[in-house]
Nanobody, 124 residues
Framework: QVQLVESGGGLVQPGGSLRLSCATS????????IAWFRQAPGKEREGVAG????????YYADSVKGRFTISKDNTKNVAYLQMNNLKPEDTAVYYC?????????????????WGQGTQVTVSS
């Protein structure tokens, strides 16, 4: 049974940093692409970042380029999203997702497995 569990969310001031983790089980992370999505209240889900299984392809939404970094540690079966210089507009529930096929998370994409989400709130 595949499970993805996000952690690391919380309340941070503008300009601060958080690192989200996505702990996976029931799959071999070497074989899976990972994407991070977010959804703010009243807004559509937005793809934030994605990384292919072999880490040769990486995608960032324009809104987070230069501030967020996606990575994965295949030895630990954990993926990460390092978020720096956070802004109030980054406030959302963040979800990680996994799929054998890398689909840059731009527009509508389908990923096989999803976590339950972790809240990120950027506020002074």
């Amino acid at each position: 049974q595949v499970q993805l569990v996000e952690s690391g969310g919380g309340l941070v001031q503008p300009g601060g940093s958080l690192r989200l983790s996505c702990a996976t089980s029931g799959l071999t992370l070497d074989d899976y692409a990972i994407a991070w999505f977010r959804q703010a209240p009243g807004k559509e889900r937005e793809g934030v970042a994605g990384i292919s299984s072999g880490e040769g392809s990486i995608y960032y939404a324009d809104s987070v380029k230069g501030r967020f970094t996606i990575s994965k540690d295949n030895t630990k079966n954990v993926a990460y999203l390092q978020m720096n210089n956070l802004k109030p507009e980054d406030t959302a529930v963040y979800y990680c997702a996994a799929d054998r096929v890398f689909q840059p998370p731009s527009g509508y994409v389908e990923y096989d497995y999803w976590g339950q989400g972790t809240q990120v709130t950027v506020s002074s």
